[in-house]
């Protein structure tokens, strides 16, 4: 079964410091990995898209990698901002196939 | 360029009655997707067309829940009848993804329809 697990669950930082979120997967054959940003009440919003041949892909104080061996990627946020507080959704695509696998999101909170 | 629109924002009904969802697709886009997203949960795809044929519905509870397409563009969801567990926000995306070999496009999501059931 396809399944996107992603770590922390939440994740409470003080503004200006760094962080990362952890993402692994099962899917296979693999496509491609997105990362989303949800803001509360939103929908979500595209932060990076990596295919098998890409191990880092960045969206200006975001930095998304990725080990297609390990079945691993993570997100990198850098000297984070109090608008930066969402929660951040990993989502893998199977090749030759519709669907897309969601991961359950970690929510982020920046605080002053 | 206009994003994906949805209407209404939020929702309240009482269990055993309809209801139904509206989407407007950004323009041009061939695919549109419907999810449910549960509180603290990630978006569970319910039903994907491209233009106006189903791709997947594999995950739509179709005693209940359907959706349709007409012309390729607008979409609409509806529940009949809503359920307690049906309290979810209803989120619709679109994206220019034509063929299954396509693998770098993005989808645009709307705002979404907080639904709530009583």
Redesign the interface.
Known sequence: KNQVEQSPQSLIILEGKNCTLQCNYTVSPFSNLRWYKQDTGRGPVSLTIMTFSENTKSNGRYTATLDADTKQSSLHITASQLSDSASYICVVKGAGSYQLTFGKGTKLSVIP | EAG?AQSPRYKIIEKRQSVAFWCNPISGHATLYWYQQIL??????LI?FQNNGV??DSQLPKDRFSAERLKGVDSTLKIQPAKLEDSAVY?C?SSLEVG??T??E???????T?LLVL
């Open positions: 994906v603290g949960q990630g978006p569970k795809l994907q791709v997947d989120l995306a299954r070999k693998i770098q993005t989808q645009y999501f709307g705002p979404g907080r």
